[in-house]
T-cell receptor, first 114, second 114 residues
């Protein structure tokens, strides 16, 4: 089954403790992206990757890092989480540059930073 | 800068009613428009994708229309059911920007009462 898998689904952590949210897709998609969803602000893009070793900032990249060492994986790294990063996070993938079809989204990771 | 607005923010209807959700966007330079469904705390389920050259798409009781020139889309739900209760998100894929991102509206929260 074609899918985007995020882990963990829920995470509660303390300020400053480094964490990684994993994202994996099994569709051989070139493009992957991270969004965060906050009440009243909607979904906003954090980082995106056009292909292996190619990543770039989205609209709200501060406080986040990403890597794309393999095509299928696109982890989101919070080196020193802060309470304002409490949010619902989504990973998405699509075939690649210029593709105008559907984006596939993961089930989301609800992160709470205390 | 592309902005997407969804009206109303919340809607409550009795079961069986036909209803329309509205989405407007400020820049007509889009590849496509997509409607998503989101259940509380859950991921995004893609409902319908309309390419910029198309006027509408249908899936079961759902029909989405697109008027690119006026920057509007509607999602029509026929014979609503309590199981349709969810938040519905509209997203456009701009042709400008280079990040391949989707620009989301803040959603319409639909409640269908038995």
């Amino acid at each position: 089954e074609a899918q985007v898998t995020q882990n963990p689904r829920y995470l509660i952590t303390v300020t400053g403790k480094k964490l990684t949210v994993t994202c994996s897709q099994n569709m051989n998609h070139e493009y992957m992206s991270w969004y965060r969803q906050d009440p009243g602000l909607g979904l906003r893009q954090i980082y995106y990757s056009m292909n292996v070793e190619v990543t770039d900032k989205g609209d709200v990249p501060e406080g986040y890092k990403v890597s794309r060492k393999e095509k299928r994986n696109f982890p989101l790294i919070l080196e020193s989480p802060s309470p304002n990063q409490t949010s619902l996070y989504f990973c998405a993938s699509s075939l690649g540059l210029g593709y105008t079809g559907r984006y596939h989204f993961g089930s989301g990771t609800r992160l709470t930073v205390v | 800068k592309q902005e997407v607005t969804q009206i109303p923010a919340a809607l409550s209807v009795p079961e069986g009613e036909n209803l329309v959700l509205n989405c407007s966007f400020t820049d007509s330079a889009i590849y496509n428009l997509q409607w998503f469904r989101q259940d509380p705390g859950k991921g995004l389920t893609s409902l319908l994708l309309i390419q910029s050259s198309q006027r509408e798409q249908t899936s079961g009781r759902l029909n989405a229309s697109l008027d690119k020139s006026s920057g509007r889309s509607t999602l029509y739900i026929a014979a609503s059911q309590p199981g349709d209760s969810a938040t519905y998100l509209c997203a456009v894929r701009p042709t400008q920007g280079g990040s391949e991102k989707l620009v989301f509206g803040k959603g319409t929260k639909l409640t269908v009462n038995p």
